[in-house]
């Protein structure tokens, strides 16, 4: 079993600014559409977990629905899948080692981790594997941080860095009591 993350963040360590808005993202010119190696990441895995917020997010995008594996959303306040998402959204709730512990069981062994929260709460579990964390280089000096308060440390491998559109950088790091 593996989790993972693949997220941005804003040099001060923000995924989404003060006002939730991601736009800083794609302010870098982008002429040959570089994806930054997200649809390889999504071959790698079996499915999606992500928090209700981002949820709520990528709902609002215009165009199809980005996701091609299936998406297990965490939510205690939503119940019912909203109107055009059946079959595209599963609501999961409780204990997250019970949770990986279960879609395991129905054979989704590599999740993508994603929403702040959620890799959070994720981290503080010790359930994170694997980390593919690309830096934008801009502070945003606020905003929904990716990593929070723990009880002690994670450590992690450094794997590889690159530099992404002559701009970003993008580094792999794996938790490090996991073989290379
Ligand atoms: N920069 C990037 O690459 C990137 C990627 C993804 C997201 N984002 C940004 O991040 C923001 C979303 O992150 P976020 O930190 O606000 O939240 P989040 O992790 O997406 O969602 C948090 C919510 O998930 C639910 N949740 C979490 N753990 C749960 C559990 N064990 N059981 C049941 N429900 C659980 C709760 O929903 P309820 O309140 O319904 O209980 C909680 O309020 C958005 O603004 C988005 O734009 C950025």
Redesign the pocket.
């Known amino acids: 079993m593996t989790n993972s993350v693949f997220?941005?963040?804003s040099l001060d360590g923000y995924?989404?600014d003060r006002n939730?808005g991601?736009d800083w993202?794609h302010s870098y010119p982008n002429p040959d559409d570089c994806d930054g190696g997200f649809a390889d990441f999504m071959e790698r895995i079996d499915g999606l977990v992500?928090?209700?917020?981002?949820f709520e997010?990528v709902k609002s995008f215009e165009g199809e629905w980005p996701y091609s594996k299936p998406v297990f959303v965490?939510?205690?306040?939503?119940t019912k899948i909203p109107d055009g998402y059946e079959g595209k959204v599963e609501f999961i709730?409780?204990e997250?080692r019970e949770i990986v512990q279960q879609l395991d069981q129905r054979g989704f062994k590599r999740l993508y981790i994603?929403?702040?929260?959620?890799i959070q709460?994720f981290l503080k579990e010790d359930l994170i594997d694997e980390m593919v964390i690309t830096t934008v280089p801009i502070i945003l000096g606020g905003g929904?941080p990716l990593f929070g308060a723990l009880d002690t440390p994670r450590r992690f491998k450094h794997i590889q860095s690159q530099s992404i559109m002559g701009a970003l950088v993008q580094s792999h790091y794996r938790r490090e009591s996991l073989p290379d």
């Open positions: 997220i941005a963040t995924i989404a939730n991601i993202l992500m928090g209700r917020n981002t997010l965490l939510s205690h306040s939503m709730k409780g997250l994603d929403g702040g929260v959620t709460n929904i």
